[in-house]
């Protein structure tokens, strides 16, 4: 789908400010916010997506921040711009949480930083409860296992490096699923200083605890909870690829 994007200069008067400095700011800051924003190079916003400020369409919004589709050059990508009233006071540490996990191919690819703004690579997709309502027909128990097996190794890489993404139980809101992968996004609580639970988290998500848990079983019928508790027990204990694939096994992926 084409976009269309407004030149960032359009963005120091309301409504459009109230995405640079939301939920409050100054004219100054507002000014300050855009000046940052051309040493990114970013060029341009496009106002779409699930979620709203006021009439404005964006892609989402956290108690750290806003995100927005925007262009840099030629290119579309991922805009987080950090509230007036965040307790955080840059975007650095988010930035580097994101390195992190891009080492092991996880997250969407990490491009830029400044102290309001983080730019990212941009996922297109639909949030996973989106796309699992969406999901009816032939063929969608395989396409169902193969989105939450790349989730859950994605997950599995994270354990293995000590990272733990904190938010994980609410799949809806941090698993984006594009044409070819499910990607994690939001690493705004993530921390390598918690033990990580990322599997042991979505999991649970996934197949134990939710809405989306009952939807799953729709879909395929799968091992029962005392089993899967087990499995994940295990796993919890000692974090080997051998426990892992006992539990992917009982997951029937």
């Not at 699992?132 to 599995?156: P, Q, R």
């Not at 033990?195 to 134990?208: D, E, G, K, L, M």
């Amino acid at each position: 789908m084409a976009h269309s994007f407004i030149s960032i200069k359009k963005f120091t008067e309301e409504p459009h400010s109230k995405i640079l400095g939301y939920p409050n700011a100054t004219n100054r800051q507002i000014k300050s916010r855009i000046n940052e924003l051309e040493k990114l190079k970013i060029k341009s916003i496009c106002l779409t997506g699930p979620t709203t400020i006021g009439s404005l369409e964006i892609l989402g919004k956290g108690y750290v921040g806003v995100v927005v589709l925007a262009k840099r050059g030629n290119k579309e990508v991922a805009l987080k711009v950090r509230r007036t009233d965040s307790q955080r006071e840059n975007m650095k540490n988010e930035s580097i949480l994101l390195n992190l996990v891009n080492t092991v191919n996880v997250g969407p690819k990490m491009i830029d930083v400044s102290k309001n703004f983080l730019v990212m690579e941009y996922i297109e997709g639909e949030k996973f409860s989106e796309w699992i309502d969406m999901l009816k027909g032939l063929g969608s128990a395989k396409k169902l296992k193969s989105t939450i097996k790349n989730v859950l190794e994605d997950c599995y890489r994270l354990d293995q490096i000590e990272f733990d993404h904190g938010e994980l139980s609410n799949i809806s809101k941090h698993v984006i699923v594009g044409k070819n992968k499910a990607t994690l996004i939001d690493f705004e609580s993530s921390s390598t200083k918690r033990r990580p639970s990322n599997v042991t988290s979505i999991t649970q998500a996934f197949f134990i605890g939710s809405g989306i848990a009952k939807q799953t079983q729709k879909i395929y019928k799968n091992s029962s909870k005392e089993k899967i508790i087990l499995a994940l027990k295990n796993y919890k204990q000692e974090k080997t690829r051998e426990n892992f694939e006992t539990l992917l096994k009982i997951l029937k992926l």
